[in-house]
């Protein structure tokens, strides 16, 4: 599309150039149920999603502008037997058609006022100075009665010529598809498709969880209410991991403590939370999922719960452990656990995805998980994981030498 973007009647639109390259770039990558005029009023033009298509027309305006201006480009002489490009009628979904090296200067095949969500495009509109003027547009009629004597060298030419074009467009759907099939980028894709910078929350140290009230659910912790100021070193690392993720592929994060954060933020997009017993916020907003982080006070575990085999205890982690492990030759092996959701939040319209261990070494293990493409591989269809309104879960264990995690594996998988 470039030779179409370096074009005088493209040159000068910046609208037109934008507008067409996301119905194309959104077509060729499958996404053809995203080319709507709402849709494309808030890619495109900047509009929030609720805006009124009743009284804001940029969209039909600039469908109107961008059809006139593929007529003009590909009613010159040197583009008419390029593979061309124009919206279907009634939509703003792009089709790509040979071209017929049959049209005179001026003239181009172009569907003549479609109508757009029960408005019609008026062609005849005035067009930007420094334009061809209305009366240059082409005559339909006299295209569809043009003479035939030539066809098949016409054929052979538009075939040699657009050739490239086909494959350059099928090397770039391969591209996109290849892109596309990595579980890794579907699982971020709704994080990494959010307009505004990310808040990363973090939780403060607040050691163990302590025994829950009598006239409490007996499996839901109960955190100290003390806390240092600090942030665990587990849940330290993943979050510089995910900024360098992020960042990498060109998305802000705003990093936030947990106490300075409020349901108001869930509003503005997606969030992620790091940290589990540490994070007050992460265990409110996950707590009715299959899994959740529980607590038995009589066996003295933390543990990630399973709803549907509430009475299981092999992902837990002891609350009677010593804090200071042994180290060296010999020292005793330790195992640690930690969770992974993503989540639709049907209230506020986005995702939250929240990570944390049982133990710091979980969440750090999460972290690696989270940005390193090869964990993920194998992880599901990458085409499921791109649904948005399903909650995916993940539990991870990591085997733990000399006070480093070892490589984090999945021990449970699902998608609700």
Not at 261 to 287: C, E, K, M, Y
Request: aromatic share 8%.
């Amino acid at each position: 599309m470039n030779l179409i973007f370096q074009d005088p009647r493209f040159r000068s639109s910046k609208r037109s150039i934008e507008f067409l390259q996301y119905v194309v770039e959104q077509t060729l990558n499958g996404s053809v149920d995203q080319i709507k005029e709402r849709t494309i009023g808030e890619a495109v033009f900047g509009r929030k999603l609720s805006y009124d298509t009743n009284v804001d027309h940029i969209v039909r305006t600039a469908a109107t502008d961008l059809r006139r201006r593929l007529a003009l480009y590909y009613g010159a002489e040197e583009h008419s037997s390029q593979l061309q490009i124009s919206l279907i009628p009634g939509s703003y979904i792009p089709r790509f058609v040979l071209g017929t090296a049959s049209a005179k200067p001026g003239e181009a095949s172009f569907d003549e006022d479609p109508i757009v969500n029960g408005n019609q495009d008026d062609l005849s509109a005035p067009i930007e100075a420094g334009e061809l003027g209305p009366r240059q547009l082409p005559d339909v009629r006299r295209i569809a009665n043009a003479q035939t004597q030539g066809k098949k060298r016409i054929i052979n030419i538009f075939v040699l010529c657009t050739l490239p074009v086909i494959l350059g467009l099928t090397g770039y759907w391969g591209y996109i598809s290849m892109r596309s099939a990595t579980a890794q980028e579907a699982f971020w894709k709704p994080i990494l498709d959010a307009r505004s910078p990310v808040p990363l929350i973090l939780g403060e140290s607040k050691g163990l969880p302590t025994t829950p009230p009598e006239n409490q659910e007996p499996y839901l912790p109960v955190l100290p209410i003390s806390r240092n100021g600090s942030i665990p070193f587990g849940d330290t690392v993943t979050a510089t991991r995910v900024a360098t993720f992020m960042g990498g592929h060109g998305k802000d994060i705003l990093v936030r403590r947990e106490d300075s954060s409020s349901l108001s933020d869930l509003n503005q997009g997606p969030i992620i939370l790091v940290g589990a017993f540490t994070n007050d916020w992460n265990l409110l907003l996950t707590r009715q999922l299959r899994f959740t982080f529980a607590i038995d006070a009589v066996k003295q575990l933390i543990y990630i719960k399973d709803a549907k085999n509430p009475s299981a205890r092999g992902w837990c982690w002891s609350t009677s452990k010593p804090l200071d492990h042994k180290r060296g030759p010999g020292s005793p092996i330790l195992t640690d656990y930690a969770l992974i959701s993503r989540t639709w939040n049907a209230e506020t319209g986005h995702v939250i995805l929240s990570v944390g261990g049982l133990y710091t070494y979980g969440t750090e293990a999460a972290g690696v998980f989270l940005t390193d493409p090869n964990t993920m591989r194998g992880l599901g269809n990458p085409s499921d994981l791109k649904d948005i309104h399903k909650s995916v879960q993940i539990v991870l264990k990591t085997t733990v030498t000399d006070e480093t995690p070892g490589a984090p594996q999945v021990v449970a998988f699902i998608q609700e």
